[in-house]
């Protein structure tokens, strides 16, 4: 009885006293570091911190209209529109009513809003610092890049806010695996498709996407396929236009994406003959100070076309998974990236990335990361510096072939003790070995078939270390070092020779 009473007076008491607003000239605010200043100092209102209108929401790049007679502020940031009237304890953004624990309100002729709220609706994040009273809004926008692990294809996710891009689908059978990937990442809808060539292992799964998802923009290479997964794709992007999407064939174009952030399709060309590959549409993602570099499966010939582009990029996503076909040491000099991001399948049938490539990019200074071991790799960057997270450590064999180790005082140079240590003429694989204590640098190496009068030729910065084999293969198999598809050794007898840079016979099979 005593307890219901005193509730009841506890009620009546807050029903009779005003809403208590406490200036609070000690309250501070920040926006990316840049403490704001205000010509009303913020108030406290049932612990939210309201602060003037015009600072709030200019500080975090938005326009704003007053309507005096209705005390209802708009403000616009890119696609974003809140409307929020003094006094009201609901506001909308972008159209969808929002409950707000503390109105706005007109303090001093001022009129303030919660800063949590605005920030927050604006795309920013906001932490409160209550030792320092201070509310630290950050107005960057986290920008995830998603290599989706879909095995021996391409599927590239960018998340951005509210802005969403895929590259590629991966393999037919991947399609269901991307939507459920992009249903967990909370994707409403995607901004723009790029569909980078005809190839199966890139568009296979587009037409689940494109049938899940609601597309605005479809960029695709031009480039027509008779295949039936073209068809496939052709067919759901043609839908898709027909409900409104625009379906677009690559050239020079550029996206905003708000926040500091761009997409750009750079014009490569369109006269490739029948090498689709090459075909592949290249994107550049920027995002203020990082950026990312897509190339599909663009091959070396079109690579050193572009040198002078705007292919510079912190991020990689290496071409044609891999294979030596891609990846120019001219390119990759020019990209100059520092991660690169191979897209392959676990022992894929090609051998996929070739060691040439890994100590191509190796020597360009790039740290590798790949999809082989499972997994997706996932870079988060604020537009500043950025974080790679993958399922395994870098590729293991660039550490047996650091870049660097060419010039390193420890170097067999004439290559003694560096020996054919077996062919195997039946399985077309040629093991050799370093028996030395230095490792060998086999740039300008040279192994020849003697029947077959074939060479193959070491790639440029091979290092074979010290105490370690390697092996070739020719004949369809796939090894650290891939020759020919087709057969070399004959087999009812052929000896192999190898020579060094200086042309010196090294070592002979059988010895
Ligand atoms: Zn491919």
């Known amino acids: ?11 009546m008491l807050l029903l009779c006293m005003p809403v208590m607003i406490v200036a609070q000239e000690d309250t501070r605010v920040t926006v990316d570091g840049k403490l704001l200043s205000f010509d009303v100092a913020p108030a406290l209102v ?5 602060v003037p209108l015009r600072t709030i929401f200019e500080s975090l790049g938005a326009k704003i209209e007053w309507d005096g007679v209705t005390k209802t502020v708009t403000g616009t940031k890119g696609d974003t529109k809140v409307i929020l009237t003094v006094d009201k304890k609901t506001a909308t953004v972008n159209g969808k009513t929002v409950e707000l624990e503390v109105p706005g309100t007109i303090i001093d002729n001022r009129t303030l809003v919660p800063a949590r709220f605005i920030a927050e609706a604006l795309g920013a994040n906001v932490v409160w610092d209550a030792g320092t009273r201070t509310a630290r809004i950050t107005s960057a926008t986290e920008l995830k890049v998603h290599f989706i692990d879909v095995g021996q294809a ?5 998340d951005f806010g509210n802005y969403d891009i895929l590259i590629d689908g991966g393999n037919n059978e991947d399609g269901q695996l991307v939507v459920d990937y992009l249903k967990k ?17 890139h568009i296979g799964g587009l037409d689940d996407v494109i049938k899940a998802y609601k597309v605005k923009t479809i960029v695709d290479s031009g480039y027509v396929h008779s295949s039936k997964t073209y068809e496939d794709y052709l067919d759901a992007a043609l839908e898709e236009k027909e409900n409104g999407a625009e379906v677009l064939k690559d050239t020079d174009m550029s996206f905003e994406l708000g926040g500091g952030a761009k997409f750009d399709v750079i014009e490569t060309g369109d006269d490739f003959g ?6 592949s549409v290249l994107t550049k993602l920027t995002y203020k100070d990082v950026k990312f570099l897509f190339t599909g499966d663009m091959e070396k010939d079109v690579e050193s076309k572009i040198l002078n582009k705007d292919i510079q990029a912190d991020i990689l996503k290496v071409g044609h998974h891999g294979s ?8 990759l000099d020019k990209v100059g990236a520092k991660i690169a991001v191979i897209s392959a399948g676990q022992d894929n049938e090609y051998g996929h990335p070739h060691l040439e490539t890994l100590v191509a990019i190796g020597r360009s200074g790039g740290n590798i990361y790949s999809t082989t071991k499972g997994g997706p790799v996932v870079i988060t960057t604020n537009g500043v510096d950025y974080q790679v997270q993958a399922g395994q450590e870098q590729v293991e064999v660039i550490e047996q072939n650091l870049p660097g180790q060419t010039t ?5 140079a004439g290559g003694s003790g560096v020996i054919i240590k077996v062919i195997d003429l039946k399985n077309e694989t040629v093991i050799i070995e370093n028996t030395s204590d230095k490792d060998v640098d086999m740039t300008g190496w040279k192994l020849v078939s003697v ?9 440029d910065g091979f290092v074979l270390k010290a105490k370690k084999t390697v092996k070739i293969a020719s004949g369809g198999g796939t090894s650290e070092l891939n020759w020919t598809k087709a057969n070399i050794w004959n087999n009812s007898g052929d000896p192999g020779e190898l020579y060094n840079s200086n042309g010196d016979l090294v070592s002979k099979y059988p010895r």
């Open 185 to 201: 990442l909370k994707t409403d809808d995607i901004e723009i498709l790029i569909a980078t060539h005809p190839h199966e292992d």
């Open 46 to 50: 049932q612990g939210r911190t309201l």
């Open 451 to 459: 029947e077959g009068n074939q060479t193959y030729n070491f790639p």
């Open 324 to 331: 030596s076909t891609s990846s120019g040491r001219e390119f």
């Open 408 to 412: 390193s005082p420890n170097i067999n």
């Open 1 to 11: 009885m005593r307890r219901g009473l005193s509730l009841l007076l506890t009620i």
């Open 154 to 158: 391409d599927a590239i996710f960018i």
């Open 274 to 279: 029948d090498n689709i590959n090459n075909y």
